[in-house]
């Protein structure tokens, strides 16, 4: 079980914008550069998450991306949403339609016990709680004392 390379550098991305916004637009191409990202694949990531209302761009000389919400108002579950599509484990755990065995299947329980769970955890971590986590490690980073 892996996350999309889009929900993945998306997070960054947000994480970026929210740690270096400071009242301004921040440039694609700085965040492209901080992340390590391509300045095309995160153009694409960023129209998504302008699609989902949780960006926006500014445009003009001092133009660039900007949180649309707080981020203690984005939850990473939109993140997910907004790139990936809804992080069920597996299809029978959204729409048990699809599959004959449905009542009675055991390895479904688990799928759905475990999609609950994750869901579960998206939904109460906010997009502030892993920037500060974020800025946690790159103050404890900053601080070691290197001979």
Do not use: F
């Not at 999309?4 to 637009?25: C, F, K, Q």
């Amino acid at each position: 079980m892996k996350l999309s390379t889009r929900v993945r550098y998306g997070l960054r991305a947000m994480i970026d914008l929210e740690l270096n916004e400071h009242d301004r637009p921040v440039l694609v191409q700085a965040i492209a550069e901080r992340q390590e990202i391509s300045r095309k694949y995160l153009d694409n990531l960023l129209i998504a998450l302008k699609a989902a209302g949780l960006v926006r761009s500014v445009r003009g000389a001092r133009g660039g991306y900007k949180l649309a919400k707080h981020a203690q108002d984005i939850t990473l579950r939109d993140i997910s949403i907004a790139l990936g599509g809804d992080p069920a484990l597996t299809d029978c755990t959204l729409d048990g339609a699809i599959c004959s065995r449905v009542d009675t299947c055991p390895t479904r329980d688990v799928w759905k016990e475990m999609t609950e769970s994750l869901e579960a955890y998206l939904q109460k971590t906010t997009l502030a709680d892993v920037a500060r986590k974020a800025k946690d490690k790159v103050q404890a980073d900053s601080s070691m004392y290197y001979i």
